[in-house]
């Protein structure tokens, strides 16, 4: 009996594996002939149609203007929590907003993980004419800090070499002179935040206008290291509390 | 002698005018003399169908400000007359429901009034939660008293004289507000009358899907026959099912798979429409989706509305729209507009590309976006942003030509038009 089933089946399959294949060449001679139906490919790449229309299909942005930020390889805890943050309000920018309003959690995790795997040379965005003097004072800001005003130095969170930190804390180098002007700005004039405490408002704020054209603009004209990604997980000690890195408004 | 007369009416109808328009006060009923005992008010089997009841209703979407805490309100409702923030419905003492009783509660559900008497604005859609049962009402009392209370301090509407001054609702009432619970029409079956008491009441479709005159009343208006959304800008179709109606050619699996996931064979939810199927009508049990089949099946047939006639040459706007299509909608949508089953909606024949207005159109070519998240659709497919890419003429070229083609033959939409809704605020 159980030999009888078992070649039964066998012969079953056989047959499906026909009748498939028959399918399928009706199928694609189908679609070679008229294709009324467009065919779609079940990929996430697919599905997210309404990110790559102005991220790029690999997330590289439009490095050209800064204006649709770079995604490729930034940390994918820095990317979904960049999505909540837009569905919670504390980003603040109408299209994004609209788009990801009924994403789920799970869904923002995959498309931020697909972005943060992309590897997309980096390419040179426009440079704003600055002097000797303001690129030695971002020099000094990104490596130092300015202890007087209690500013800390980019380089304590943001990684050695500005690649960022896994996975929470994006890199600064190969971004755009405008767009990080444009965010340090937009932390100032709370149009993006972050759970509290927010440190990255509290260091904006204590950053003047030049010491922000001078951050984003010795920034943006660094070299490139040779390896872009970012750091491995704990490997820096940020100087103040941050509700993103885990730190709780009012604790220790 | 004259201007005694005179002196006399005018005081008279100021006095009438007084009487008729003062506040109908009263003292609220404080829960320690509420009838609806506490031991129910605790019943885990109560609270259970509150819940469920409150996901009907979609309470959560008003009652929730954008990042803030679940049904703590501070979500603020633009209406054509002003703001008006969502007051707090957890049972927080000082500034939510904590000292509500059961009658509050009713009187404000089925009469549109606050605890002390006072119009509650019909943003407050109780003209449809008018026709909720008392009983579903304290299930829903008893859910939102079990939730952990929130303190959110109310804020002010910041609406426009005349609006501001809440006496004057009692007009509008008169005019436009029939308070009474759903009664049943014994001459249909049970699930139709289950559905056009979900659809009528909790449900309140009405409230979008319906015209509004220009004080935002529904009054004379055909129900559930479309309507553009004040304030919000979108355009909430027609429901009929039957000829000529807005889910013409719609079958009672198309409803209930668009309401559970948020997609079906002839449409897909966006807009408004994507955050209704997202927090409540994908969570509703299939015999309530299959009951509002039931009933939108037996809405009547709408006027045809013959074929607009464009005064204007439309070859030119059609062929430039054409051209835009084939490269940047044919892809998904097919060239036949027929979409792709289970991934792509279909145009033609779409009652949210055939609307009166085009806003729809407009705006989801222009803003793009996903389907809702839902549990039969976890990982939707989306649509690009167009807004970046296509100019005025191109958005209002491709509108026209898709609601100009295949069976479609809704008016032509001008550049404008387009301009009007670029720069819309999103809700």
Same mark, same amino acid.
């Not at chain 1, 309000?89 to 993980?113: C, D, F, N, W």
């Not at chain 2, 007009?171 to 289950?194: I, T, V």
């Given at each position: /009996?159980?030999?009888?089933?078992?070649?039964?089946?066998?012969?079953?399959?056989?047959?499906?594996?026909?009748?498939?294949?028959?399918?399928?060449?009706?199928?694609?001679?189908?679609?070679?002939?008229?294709?009324?139906?467009?065919?779609?490919?079940?990929?996430?790449?697919?599905?997210?149609?309404?990110?790559?229309?102005?991220?790029?299909?690999?997330?590289?942005?439009?490095?050209?203007?800064?204006?649709?930020?770079?995604?490729?390889?930034?940390?994918?805890?820095?990317?979904?929590?960049?999505?909540?943050?837009?569905?919670?309000?504390?980003?603040?920018?109408?299209?994004?907003?609209?788009?990801?309003?009924?994403?789920?959690?799970?869904?923002?995790?995959?498309?931020?993980?697909?972005?943060?795997?992309?590897?997309?040379?980096? %390419?040179? %965005?426009?440079?704003?004419?600055?002097?000797?003097?303001?690129?030695?004072?971002?020099?000094?800001?990104?490596?130092?800090?300015?202890?007087?005003?209690?500013?800390?130095?980019?380089?304590?969170?943001?990684?050695?070499?500005?690649?960022?930190?896994?996975?929470?804390?994006?890199?600064?180098?190969?971004?755009?002179?405008?767009?990080?002007?444009?965010?340090?700005?937009?932390?100032?004039?709370?149009?993006?935040?972050?759970?509290?405490?927010?440190? /990255?408002?509290?260091?904006?704020?204590?950053?003047?206008?030049?010491?922000?054209?001078?951050?984003?603009?010795?920034?943006? %004209?660094?070299?490139?290291?040779?390896?872009?990604?970012?750091?491995?997980?704990?490997?820096?000690?940020?100087?103040?509390?941050?509700?993103?890195?885990?730190?709780?408004?009012?604790?220790? | 002698?004259?201007?005694?007369?005179?002196?006399?009416?005018?005081?008279?109808?100021?006095?009438?005018?007084?009487?008729?328009?003062?506040?109908?006060?009263?003292?609220?009923?404080?829960?320690?003399?509420?009838?609806?005992?506490?031991?129910?008010?605790?019943?885990?089997?109560?609270?259970?169908?509150?819940?469920?009841?409150?996901?009907?209703?979609?309470?959560?979407?008003?009652?929730?400000?954008?990042?803030?805490?679940?049904?703590?309100?501070?979500?603020?409702?633009?209406?054509?007359?002003?703001?008006?923030?969502?007051?707090?419905?957890?049972?927080?003492?000082?500034?939510?429901?904590?000292?509500?009783?059961?009658?509050?509660?009713?009187?404000?559900?089925?009469?549109?009034?606050?605890?002390?008497?006072?119009?509650?604005?019909?943003?407050?859609?109780?003209?449809?939660?008018?026709?909720?049962?008392?009983?579903?009402?304290?299930?829903?009392?008893?859910?939102?008293?079990?939730?952990?209370?929130?303190?959110?301090?109310?804020?002010?509407?910041?609406?426009?004289?005349?609006?501001?001054?809440?006496?004057?609702?009692?007009?509008?009432?008169?005019?436009?507000?029939?308070?009474?619970?759903?009664?049943?029409?014994?001459?249909?079956?049970?699930?139709?009358?289950?559905?056009?008491?979900?659809?009528?009441?909790?449900?309140?479709?009405?409230?979008?899907?319906?015209?509004?005159?220009?004080?935002?009343?529904?009054?004379?208006?055909?129900?559930?026959?479309?309507?553009?959304?004040?304030?919000?800008?979108?355009?909430?179709?027609?429901?009929?099912?039957?000829?000529?109606?807005?889910?013409?050619?719609?079958?009672?699996?198309?409803?209930?798979?668009?309401?559970?996931?948020?997609?079906?064979?002839?449409?897909?939810?966006?807009?408004?429409?994507?955050?209704?199927?997202?927090?409540?009508?994908?969570?509703?049990?299939?015999?309530?989706?299959?009951?509002?089949?039931?009933?939108?099946?037996?809405?009547?047939?709408?006027?045809?509305?013959?074929?607009?006639?464009?005064?204007?040459?439309?070859?030119?706007? /059609?062929?430039?729209?054409?051209?835009?299509?084939?490269?940047?909608?044919?892809?998904?949508?097919?060239?036949?507009?027929?979409?792709?089953?289970?991934?792509?909606?279909?145009?033609?024949?779409? %009652?949210?590309?055939?609307?009166?207005?085009?806003?729809?159109?407009?705006?989801?070519?222009?803003?793009?976006?996903?389907?809702?998240?839902?549990?039969?659709?976890?990982?939707?497919?989306?649509?690009?942003?167009?807004?970046?890419?296509?100019?005025?003429?191109?958005?209002?070229?491709?509108?026209?030509?898709?609601?100009?083609?295949?069976?479609?033959?809704?008016?032509?939409?001008?550049?404008?038009?387009?301009?009007?809704?670029?720069?819309?605020?999103?809700?």
């Amino acid at each position: /009996m159980k030999t009888l089933s078992a070649k039964w089946s066998q012969a079953g399959r056989a047959w499906g594996a026909c009748l498939a294949l028959i399918l399928m060449t009706h199928a694609g001679l189908g679609r070679a002939q008229d294709a009324p139906h467009p065919v779609i490919p079940d990929t996430l790449q697919q599905r997210i149609a309404a990110c790559t229309a102005c991220h790029g299909a690999h997330g590289e942005g439009t490095p050209e203007s800064g204006f649709f930020p770079r995604l490729a390889g930034k940390p994918a805890g820095y990317l979904a929590r960049q999505l909540k943050d837009f569905q919670l309000g504390l980003r603040k920018y109408g299209p994004m907003e609209y788009t990801v309003r009924q994403l789920s959690p799970e869904y923002m995790h995959e498309i931020a993980e697909y972005f943060a795997a992309q590897e997309v040379p980096y %390419s040179p %965005s426009p440079l704003p004419r600055v002097t000797a003097q303001t690129q030695a004072r971002g020099e000094t800001l990104v490596m130092h800090g300015d202890p007087s005003r209690q500013i800390p130095a980019c380089q304590s969170c943001h990684g050695s070499q500005l690649t960022g930190v896994q996975p929470d804390i994006p890199g600064l180098v190969g971004l755009p002179y405008d767009y990080l002007s444009s965010q340090l700005g937009s932390w100032r004039t709370k149009t993006r935040a972050m759970a509290a405490p927010d440190c /990255m408002a509290e260091i904006a704020n204590r950053l003047s206008d030049s010491d922000i054209t001078a951050v984003s603009a010795w920034l943006a %004209s660094r070299e490139l290291p040779a390896d872009m990604h970012a750091q491995a997980p704990g490997t820096v000690t940020p100087p103040l509390r941050c509700g993103v890195l885990g730190d709780k408004e009012g604790g220790v | 002698m004259k201007r005694l007369a005179i002196i006399v009416v005018v005081v008279l109808l100021l006095a009438g005018g007084w009487w008729w328009f003062r506040r109908d006060a009263q003292p609220p009923v404080s829960p320690s003399t509420s009838k609806a005992d506490a031991v129910s008010l605790k019943d885990p089997a109560l609270v259970a169908k509150g819940e469920y009841l409150t996901t009907v209703g979609d309470c959560a979407s008003c009652h929730t400000a954008q990042g803030g805490e679940r049904y703590a309100g501070g979500r603020v409702l633009p209406t054509p007359f002003g703001n008006i923030p969502s007051p707090n419905i957890t049972p927080d003492h000082a500034t939510g429901l904590g000292d509500w009783s059961f009658e509050d509660f009713w009187q404000a559900l089925h009469s549109g009034k606050g605890r002390h008497g006072e119009f509650l604005y019909p943003v407050f859609s109780y003209t449809s939660y008018t026709k909720v049962s008392r009983d579903d009402a304290l299930a829903m009392f008893t859910y939102l008293q079990s939730l952990a209370p929130v303190h959110a301090p109310a804020q002010q509407p910041t609406l426009e004289f005349p609006y501001s001054v809440r006496s004057g609702l009692k007009a509008w009432r008169a005019l436009y507000f029939h308070e009474g619970e759903y009664q049943r029409d014994a001459s249909k079956p049970d699930a139709w009358n289950r559905g056009a008491y979900l659809v009528q009441g909790l449900g309140h479709c009405n409230e979008c899907h319906a015209p509004r005159d220009s004080l935002g009343g529904q009054e004379g208006k055909a129900s559930l026959a479309g309507g553009q959304i004040p304030a919000q800008n979108w355009y909430a179709p027609d429901l009929s099912m039957q000829a000529n109606g807005g889910l013409a050619g719609w079958s009672e699996q198309d409803i209930v798979d668009l309401l559970k996931t948020g997609q079906s064979a002839r449409g897909t939810a966006f807009g408004p429409m994507a955050d209704v199927v997202a927090q409540s009508t994908q969570h509703l049990h299939d015999d309530d989706l299959r009951a509002i089949a039931t009933y939108l099946q037996s809405l009547p047939p709408r006027p045809a509305t013959k074929p607009e006639e464009s005064l204007l040459d439309t070859h030119a706007i /059609m062929a430039q729209g054409a051209k835009v299509y084939e490269q940047r909608c044919a892809d998904c949508h097919g060239k036949d507009g027929n979409g792709v089953a289970g991934v792509y909606p279909p145009l033609n024949g779409n %009652s949210s590309v055939n609307e009166p207005t085009a806003i729809n159109a407009m705006r989801v070519v222009l803003l793009g976006g996903f389907a809702p998240v839902t549990q039969g659709n976890p990982r939707p497919y989306s649509m690009p942003p167009f807004a970046q890419q296509l100019s005025d003429a191109d958005v209002a070229a491709v509108v026209t030509y898709i609601r100009r083609s295949w069976t479609n033959s809704a008016s032509v939409v001008m550049e404008r038009d387009v301009s009007k809704y670029r720069h819309t605020p999103i809700d």
